[in-house]
């Protein structure tokens, strides 16, 4: 399995960013993508997933309604589309895969890792 993150960069408090994962190398029906991140010095938190089956999501509570995660089935892409971006929201976002129906942001559930794109939020 591979995973391909891409749409980090550079933004002003307030600005939008839009992030993908490309995923690729496996023929499950049923998956959930999900976007984690990881700032200086934290520990690494998920942020929202979403399951191929139904399109369920799940948001932490500190970006429910300033991020949106949606899906492309036929592409395997997952899309972050990032809102009102705070500083606190600077980190590295990674998405990672599982296979399943379960969606979840604990990150020992998911079994494959992107590379990471690095999102900076600053003025």
């Known amino acids: 399995v591979q995973l391909q993150a891409s749409g980090g960069g550079l933004v002003q408090p307030g600005g939008s960013l839009r992030l993908s994962c490309a995923a690729s190398g496996f023929t499950w029906d049923y998956y959930v993508i999900g976007w984690f991140r990881q700032a200086p010095g934290k520990e690494r938190e998920g942020v929202s997933c979403?399951?191929?089956?139904?399109?369920?999501?799940l948001y932490r509570d500190s970006v429910r309604g300033r991020f949106t995660i949606s899906r492309d089935k036929d592409k395997n892409t997952v899309s972050l589309q990032m809102n009102s971006l705070e500083p606190e929201d600077t980190a590295i976002y990674y998405c990672a895969i599982t296979r399943g129906l379960l969606i979840s942001l604990q990150d020992h559930y998911y079994d494959d890792w992107g590379q990471g794109t690095l999102v900076t939020v600053s003025s």
């Open positions: 979403i399951a191929s089956s139904d399109g369920s999501t």
